[in-house]
C-alpha cells in the first residue's frame, strides 16, 4: 500500500514577499542537511543564490558541515522578500526518490491561498517540471519555456509565471549556467 507524505514544512512568506518560489515536494528527511527548504547538500538552489547575490556559490554553504547556513538564508530571504513552499502538500514516492517523475501529487498545494497572504508578490517562479505542470494547470496558463515568463491574473493582480532550470543535479546543465538563467529573473523583477 501507497503511503502518503504530508509536507514537512510550513510555507515561508516573508510579509513583504515580492517573489514566490515553488518547487515540487521536498526529498526524504534522510536526504536533509538542515530543516529549510531544499535542504538536501547535493542541491545547488543555495549555490545558485550565492553565485547570483554575492559571486560565491559557497556564500550560504557550511562545507565543513556538509549543511546550508539557515540562519543567514532566513535573513537574506525575508529581507529580499522571497517566500517559499512547494506545489504539492501531501505525495506518494512511487520509488522512493526525490525525482519529479516519482512524485505522485496526492494533495496539490492550495496556491491561491498562499498567494492571497502575500499580497505584494508579483512574481512566481517554479523549479521544476513537476511544479511547472501543477502551476500551469491550476491557474490554466501557458507554462513558459525554461529562463522565460508568461504574465496572469490572479484576483485583479498582474504577476509572472516563472519556469526556471531545476536545481537537482539530476538536471543536466552546469550550475552556472543555470545560475545565468536565476540571474536575469531576479534583475527583471528588481530583486537585484
Known amino acids: 500500500m501507497a503511503v502518503i507524505e504530508q509536507h514537512p514544512l510550513k510555507p515561508f512568506t516573508p510579509q513583504h514577499a515580492r517573489l514566490l518560489m515553488?518547487?515540487?515536494f521536498p526529498p526524504a528527511r534522510k536526504r536533509w542537511s538542515m530543516d529549510f527548504f531544499y535542504p538536501n547538500f547535493i542541491?545547488?538552489?543555495w549555490r545558485i543564490y550565492g553565485l547570483c547575490f554575492f559571486e560565491d556559490k559557497d556564500y550560504?554553504?557550511?562545507t565543513q558541515q556538509k549543511t546550508f547556513r539557515k540562519d543567514l538564508l532566513v535573513e537574506f530571504?525575508?529581507?529580499?522578500g522571497v517566500a517559499l513552499f512547494d506545489t504539492a502538500s501531501a505525495v506518494v514516492r512511487t520509488t522512493g526518490t526525490a525525482a519529479d517523475k516519482d512524485l505522485e501529487v496526492v494533495t496539490p498545494t492550495n496556491l491561491?491561498?498562499?498567494l492571497q497572504i502575500i499580497p505584494e508578490c508579483q512574481a512566481v517562479v517554479v523549479t521544476g517540471q513537476?511544479?511547472?505542470?501543477?502551476?500551469?494547470?491550476?491557474?490554466?496558463?501557458?507554462?513558459?519555456?525554461v529562463g522565460d515568463y508568461t504574465e496572469?491574473?490572479?484576483?485583479g493582480r498582474p504577476l509572472r509565471f516563472y519556469r526556471m532550470p531545476s536545481s537537482s543535479r539530476a538536471y543536466p546543465m552546469k550550475i552556472e549556467r543555470k545560475a545565468a538563467f536565476y540571474l536575469r529573473m531576479f534583475q527583471e523583477i528588481g530583486l537585484l
Open 77 to 80: 530571504l525575508t529581507q529580499k
Open 22 to 24: 515553488l518547487g515540487s
Open 60 to 62: 550560504f554553504v557550511d
Open 130 to 145: 513537476k511544479a511547472a505542470d501543477v502551476f500551469s494547470a491550476h491557474f490554466q496558463i501557458a507554462q513558459p519555456k
Open 152 to 155: 496572469f491574473e490572479f484576483e
Open 112 to 114: 491561491n491561498a498562499l
Open 43 to 45: 542541491n545547488d538552489m
